[in-house]
């Protein structure tokens, strides 16, 4: 059984796009909107009614994005009909927001740009430093890092400049966030709590729930997990207050993050499916993604975690359904990171699941995207220095033409071609006697991964089979149960309803003898019936494996006198003897609950075979370290024909007593099987006509020396 760690990809950033000049959570959403939508019936005025729109938008966006979305193209469309530029870069913006949330970042960006074009003609640096501030958040997200560091620095000094604590906040959170993204904890807790302090002050509920989430994804990556779910609790709440579908998913995602960090999985699984359920209402893609990636790596953990080989095999199914789902959707949505941990996730379930043939095409997909992805991170950095070497390039070459002039000479010039063709002969040489080996060492690794596939595959052939004879057992043994209670517990049943209404309508009539007769008829009819039913449930259980063996120290003596008593009408009705022989107080290390069933079979058999008059003596002795218990019995007996098959299901059919008791066939078998179960042997004698003897072993305590 495998443990697998953790590998989550940072879902608890959450960068917040907020208009500079119109901060959502200062007032309740619910009443803003109905004082907006008030005022967009009331006012005439086109000019007003675009920012109006945009303003909606702006408040449904994280909630309702489709409907955000609808608003801020009807105030794009209304400030363009009245030539109106600063509706026109407002409601840009609120498109852009919108693909925000959706996850399109290229056309976020694209309405972000055309935005600033607007405010620059219109001299508007709020509505440029809002566009600079959402840029920043992209190009954060994405991984350009001191690019996003760039625009939010900006956007910080002017809003300090002017005085805009509410924009202010906002650009705190983001630049903690980025120092987060580098694992830069100590300046991230500084950047969030400036901007808690300032929301706190304006009494910003929802910039505060930000800000908890941002602050407990600091303490979940120092394995504070207590002080992480504490703080995204206190969000949970407010978010709930302002129906912030996309917030209330992110919360959840977060949790179930922590409570996995924790092992608590069936906790994380609770707050995924809440997580993925509220997401998908929102239509909040890019957090689906990852909810979706979580589900499947929990499912792997389950899988790994249990012993049930069908359980396992269920987990694996859906981790692989999940992952894959994931992917799909990362795919179209190009979100790399997403793609990354899908990859890698779907290597490891069909490595598990056997599958090794998958699980490599994912592997080699998964280092190819992870490269990919540290590449989209550095590549600025390369411009910048391809650049710088493109220019020591040229002055190198103008040094090496000039000394090369000053030292040419036909002489020196050949004896270095000589040398040089030299040089890149040997070469030549050396890479061709390399690539010879290395296509023969491929070939020869080939051979072999080729050689072990062949042999998973005949292994797993050999597993297939041994599952399906193991799949017609089990169906030929619940054919077996279906039959017995269909026949054997179908007869009793009758038989008591029969005597029942024979009571009902005769009681009156009907002697007091007679009534006895019946009612202890009634009574010896049920207790078979019962007994009955218990073998069928021991040996379900069995069967199903849910029964589980727990061993203790405990007294036979004890536990044999208290399963005796069970039979005591019995022997009357047939006037049986029954003899107890045992020397001493014996202990057993065995399971106390299986023992009972045991001697409860191998009893009632004796009494069921014995005819009236007969004895049945119980014999317990010690044999080297072992307990020896005999039933025996002065009874019909058992052909010699039958006792080789005695404790096989398919071929032990019930049997009829000599007053006519039933069984179920499975009596014995259960014995043998706890018998084996709990460490012993059990064994059977028997002559036909004169007896038969039950014999079974357990181990004895070491206490009894």
Known sequence: MKLIYSYFWNLSILFMILALGNTPGVYSQESELDSLFTSLNSIAEDTSKSIILYNISNILNRSYPDSAMEYSVQGLELAQKIHFQRGIGKNLTGIGVVYWTKGDYQLALEYYNKAIEVFSDIDDKLGVADCNS????IYGIRGDYSKSLIYFQETLKYLEETGNKEG???????????????????LALEYYQRSLEIDSALNNSYGMASNYINMGSIHTALKDYEAAKDLHRKALVIKKNFHDQIGQGLVYTNLAQIEFYQH???????????ALKINRKSGSKKSITFDLNGLGELYRIKANLTENKKLSKVWLDSAAF????????????????AQVNSYRLLSHVYEDKNDYQRALVYQKTFVLKKDSLYNNAKMKEIESLEAKFQSDGKNLQISNLENAQKLADTQIRQQRLIIIISFISLITIILFVFFITLLYRQKVSNNKKLANQNEEILLQNNKIEKYLKELETSKKTQEQLYSVIAHDLKSPFNAMIGISDLLIENWVEMPEEEQLKMVKLMNKTATNSYGLLLNLLEWSLFQSGNLEIKPTIFSFNSVLDNTLILFTAQLELKNIRLEKQIEHDWKVFADQLLVPTILRNLVSNAIKFTPDGGNIKVVIQKEKDMLLCSVQDTGIGIDSNHLASIFKTASNKSTKGTAGETGTGLGLKICQEFVVKSGGKIVVSSKLGEGSSFSFTLPLSKTNE
């Open 134 to 137: 959402c840029k920043g958040i």
């Open 168 to 186: 202010q906040s906002t650009c705190l959170t983001n630049i903690g966030i980025l120092h987060k993204r580098q694992s830069n904890y100590k």
């Open 264 to 274: 608590n999985l069936d906790s994380a699984q609770k707050n995924y499916l809440l």
């Open 322 to 337: 999940y992952l894959l789902k994931s992917l799909d959707i990362s795919k179209k949505l190009n979100i790399l990171p």
